[in-house]
């Protein structure tokens, strides 16, 4: 890797977030598929490699999607907002709030149940997948509220997750809209043991 590469790579790193106001520009196939590609480069326990992925672009099924996690959300939500937790709550009580900010596409990485590492291994995929939709000019989000369609029959048929799979990664991609700064980030603590 070159010097150029190194500096590339760290800052798509420190530059991508999370995208929550998105374009109505589609998203081509092509970039999903290499954005799902570098998903599959993620490391995998065992190299198992148990992702599996639906892409939806019917945007009427993500408002059913939406639709059905928004009271549920609220329910769980309740009482129980704190800090930060208002502002979502009261989105979440708009009629015409969609849980997926009217995204363009939304991408399932879904996890092999028999897989022991599945989960951890799917969200090192989901990271590769966001960093490299941002390299590519695309924005994303995960939505983690979105996999409680997995309590929905109805809805995991109609987006094509098989039974032997669980919904580890519901990921939003879209070209961005206007975007507000990015929140800045705390220094690590690290401790050293030497």
Excluded at 57 to 72: G, H, N, W
Aim: glycine share 6%; net charge negative.
């Amino acid at each position: 890797m070159t010097d150029a590469e190194s500096i590339e790579t760290f800052s798509v790193i420190r530059e991508r977030r999370s995208v929550r106001n998105y374009t109505d520009r589609d998203v081509p196939d092509a970039a999903l598929r290499a954005i799902i590609a570098a998903g599959t480069q993620a490391p995998t326990a065992l190299g198992l490699q148990p992702w599996r992925f639906v892409i939806v672009k019917d945007r009427a099924l993500m408002q059913r999607v939406s639709d059905y996690c928004k009271p549920i959300l609220i329910e769980r939500i309740g009482e129980e907002a704190g800090a930060g937790m208002e502002e979502f709550l009261a989105a979440l009580k708009n009629p015409g709030f969609n849980i997926f900010y009217n995204a363009p596409v939304l991408v399932l990485v879904l996890g092999a149940q028999n897989a022991i590492s599945s989960f951890l291994d799917c969200a090192l995929c989901a990271e590769n997948m966001m960093l490299a939709a941002w390299a590519l000019g695309i924005g994303s989000c995960w939505i983690g509220s979105a996999a409680l369609v997995q309590e929905n029959p109805d809805l995991l048929t109609a987006l094509k997750v098989p039974d032997d799979h669980q919904i580890v990664a519901p990921l939003i991609f879209g070209y961005p809209g206007p975007l507000s700064p990015k929140a800045a980030r705390r220094e690590p603590r690290i401790d050293w043991v030497t």
